[in-house]
C-alpha cells in the first residue's frame, strides 16, 4: 500500500496523516472487494524493512494497525477473514509489540467463522525471508528442496498463487512482496496513491485477471 507519505505531502499534511488515510483506503476497498465476491486480499502493511523510520512514524503506523485489525464488526458485516502473515512472533528478531500481537491473534480468531473473503495482511513481512525459511524447514526436514514442498512452508499455505498483483503510486519496481506467489500474476500498474486507490481502481485491476 505504497504512496501514503506522498499523498501527505501533496497536500501539506504530515507523513502520519497519509498513513491514517491509508488504512482507511483499505477499509473501502475490502468491502468493495466483499460485495465483488472476490476470494482473496492480500495487502503489504508493513516490512521487515520498515522498521527503521523514525521511531514516530513507526509508533503511528503500529497503531494503524491495531485499529486496523481492530476492525471485527465490519469484517463480520462483510462475511470476511482476517488473516496475517509475517515473520513468526517468537523468532529471532522479530519485534512486533505484543498489543499489536494481541490484535492480530483476536481478529483471526473473531472472524474465523466467516466464508467469504480472506483478507491477508503482511506485517513484519518480507517474501525473501519467508522463503529462506521455507527452505530451511525442508532441509531440517530431510525434504527435498522443491516447489511442493516450499509451497507448504511459506507463511500461509493455502494462500492461492496471485491472480493480479497491484503497484500503486506510479512504481514500476517489484518489491520484496509475496516473490514466490505472484508467478504468473498480472501487474497492475497505477499513478493512484494508496489512499486514493478505490472501488474504480480495484475494478480496473480486477479487468486484467478476467481478460485472461
Ligand atoms: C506506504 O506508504 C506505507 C508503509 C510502507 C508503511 P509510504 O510511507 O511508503 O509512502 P511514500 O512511498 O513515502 O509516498
Ligand atoms: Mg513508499
Known amino acids: 500500500m505504497d504512496g501514503n507519505g506522498r499523498w501527505a505531502k501533496r497536500r501539506g499534511l504530515p507523513r502520519t496523516a497519509g498513513h491514517t488515510a491509508g488504512e482507511e483506503a483499505l477499509a473501502a476497498v475490502v468491502r468493495a472487494a466483499a460485495q465483488r465476491n472476490i476470494g482473496w486480499l492480500t495487502v503489504f502493511g508493513f516490512s521487515t524493512e520498515n522498521w527503521v523510520r523514525p521511531r514516530a512514524e ?14 471485527i464488526d465490519e469484517m463480520n458485516d462483510n462475511n470476511a477473514r482476517i488473516n496475517w502473515i509475517g515473520r513468526p512472533f517468537d523468532e529471532h528478531g522479530a519485534r512486533t509489540p505484543v498489543y499489536v500481537q ?11 467463522h466467516n466464508t467469504g473473503l480472506v483478507v491477508t495482511v503482511a506485517f513484519d513481512y518480507g517474501s525473501r525471508a519467508e522463503l529462506v525459511r521455507a527452505a530451511s524447514a525442508c532441509v531440517a526436514g530431510a525434504d527435498d528442496i522443491d516447489t511442493t514442498c516450499i509451497d507448504q512452508h511459506l507463511y500461509a499455505p493455502q494462500l492461492p498463487p496471485v491472480d493480479v498483483l497491484v503497484r500503486t503510486s506510479g512504481e514500476t519496481r517489484i518489491s520484496n512482496f509475496l516473490l514466490w506467489q505472484i508467478n504468473g500474476a498480472s501487474v497492475y500498474f497505477t499513478e493512484k496513491t494508496w489512499p486514493d486507490f478505490d472501488a474504480v481502481e480495484l475494478d480496473r485491476a480486477l479487468s486484467l485477471v478476467a481478460s485472461k
Do not use: M, N, P, Q
Open 58 to 71: 513507526v509508533r503511528h503506523i503500529l497503531g494503524l494497525h491495531r485499529k486496523l485489525f481492530g476492525r
Open 102 to 112: 494481541r490484535a492480530i491473534r483476536k481478529a483471526i480468531s473473531d472472524t474465523e
